[in-house]
T-cell receptor, first 112, second 113 residues
Framework: GQNIDQPTEMTATEGAIVQINCTYQTSGFNGLFWYQQHAGEAPTFLSY????GLEEKGRFSSFLSRSKGYSYLLLKELQMKDSASYLC?????????????FGKGTRLSVIA | DVKVTQSSRYLVKRTGEKVFLECVQD?????MFWYRQDPGLGLRLIYF???????EKGDIPEGYSVSREKKERFSLILESASTNQTSMYLCASSPYAENYGYTFGSGTRLTVV
């Protein structure tokens, strides 16, 4: 089976830091992805983790703990344009053509 | 700089019609996918293909079929459209590599009336 959980909605203030959590229970694991999706648009790739630890990319960082089935996306210095849905997705082991399984997404609202 | 192109942004069809949704990618990717996205349900996989003329069912294939005659093109077919197929349809592609995610098309919002 597979289950990916994220909070449905979050609100944060411009300039602040926000952490979006993702927990997963899947029969096998071969990488975790984060995507950003603005309303009415396609998802765009943010980050990829396959080993434990923190991956930093500008204002965005993503953390993975495989033993805990847990990841988070950290957004620093929030801007209004960061208001979007953030999707966590897991790839199960098979090969490079295994589809991603997506969580339902976290809708983040950044307020002034 | 568009890499995954879906033929229609908005589409309105009648119940019972046969509907074709087209997706073309120019990145020479092996894998292509069709998802639908609905509020509260997230992205759900309909079908995917990892090679020309190859296809595999995803989680919700009922009422759909696909065609991949050329590497760059992956078509989703609604054999007889129903109102519960009203949704946002997203096509995506990826290379055959584990550390690569998807590139998505801009989506087709289909309304079946």
């Amino acid at each position: 089976g597979q289950n990916i959980d994220q909070p449905t909605e979050m609100t944060a203030t411009e300039g602040a830091i926000v952490q979006i959590n993702c927990t997963y229970q899947t029969s096998g694991f071969n990488g975790l992805f984060w995507y950003q999706q603005h309303a009415g648009e396609a998802p765009t790739f943010l980050s990829y983790n396959v080993l434990d630890g923190l991956e930093e990319k500008g204002r965005f960082s993503s953390f993975l703990s495989r033993s805990k089935g847990y990841s988070y996306l950290l957004l620093k210095e929030l801007q209004m344009k960061d208001s979007a849905s953030y999707l966590c997705a897991v790839r199960k082991p098979r090969s490079g053509n295994t589809p991603l399984v997506f969580g339902k997404g976290t809708r983040l609202s950044v307020i002034a | 700089d568009v890499k995954v192109t879906q033929s229609s942004r908005y589409l309105v069809k009648r119940t019972g019609e046969k509907v074709f949704l087209e997706c073309v990618q120019d990145m020479d990717h092996e894998n292509m996918f069709w998802y639908r996205q609905d509020p509260g349900l997230g992205l759900r996989l309909i079908y995917f293909s990892y090679d020309v003329k190859m296809k595999e069912k995803g989680d919700i294939p009922e009422g759909y079929s696909v065609s991949r005659e050329k590497k760059e093109r992956f078509s989703l077919i609604l054999e007889s459209a129903s109102t519960n197929q009203t949704s946002m349809y997203l096509c995506a592609s990826s290379p055959y590599a584990e550390n690569y995610g998807y590139t998505f098309g801009s989506g087709t919002r289909l309304t079946v009336v």
